[in-house]
């Protein structure tokens, strides 16, 4: 095999987590995955992977390698479609992803509809409450929320939303319905724990702005979970507008504190920087941009949620 394909071979190993999936994705056989990566550490003098009878994983050098070779990778496939005259073709999988939530409720319901409008595409989705590393896991377009750290990504900004407070009329009919954030400390309050979910964040009120401070009773590491729990009465909760807008329609739960309102909080679509994109990158990201931009108004302007 030549150096290329041994990157590539190396690339579907430890993607896959093992010798015979990897072989498997790219249609050669385990022994010959095999060789292909003993003879890549062979010409690199390291071992890349770390091979026990239970389990196989990345060197601290094989976790380096991985991550430039699939930019190179990245960059070969951009240059390629280029010189082919298809930049505006776009083909391969696309690896998109997102928070569990919100792609569930707003990225996911996308999806079909760009397969049709590109029929040489075909997508991963993978929601997942974290932050994901995008060119360490070889991830084309992630949809973020909130301050993006790494000024290496470029991104593009769809919209925004609010955190709010929510409890059921149930639950502030047998309680108080709070009028000022120290009034929280006498309430059971619902905490969510996903992508390191806030103890508290600043607001602006009537007089200026404070910081709310969050000490729950109960946690829980899902979002959905956490709103259920305010829906049947157990207490009050932060939740992100798009969430709970539906719900706050239906009268399922009202907002708290309203007139305490945090700073929006933008979503965008984010994407490594490349001299070349992707053209699948390219389309998806002006095919989803104005439709996720709707979606986001509809689970909370129109839901009867604040921005």
Known sequence: MSRFEQMEVFVAVAEAGGFAKGAQALRISPPAATRAVAALEERLGVRLLQRTTRRMGLTEAGARFLMEAKRILGDVESAELSAAGEAGAPAG??????????????????????????????????LLDRVVDLVEEGIDVAVRLGDLPDSSLVSRNVGAVRRILVASPDYLARTSLPEHPGDLKHHRLIGFTGLGGPRGWPVHGPDGAIQIALSPRFEVNDAEAAIAA??????????MSYVVGRRLTTGALVQVLP??????????????HARLLAPKVRAFVEWAAPRLRNRIEELTCAAGAPA
């Open 93 to 126: 999988r696309l690896k998109i992803t997102s928070s569990a939530t919100f792609g569930r409720l707003a990225v996911s319901p996308l999806i079909g509809g760009f397969l049709d409008a590109h029929a040489q595409v075909s997508v991963s989705l993978l």
């Open 230 to 239: 305010a829906v049947d009465g157990e207490g009050i909760a932060p939740a």
């Open 259 to 272: 007139e305490f309102q945090p700073p929006l909080q933008p979503i965008r679509l984010v994407y490594p």
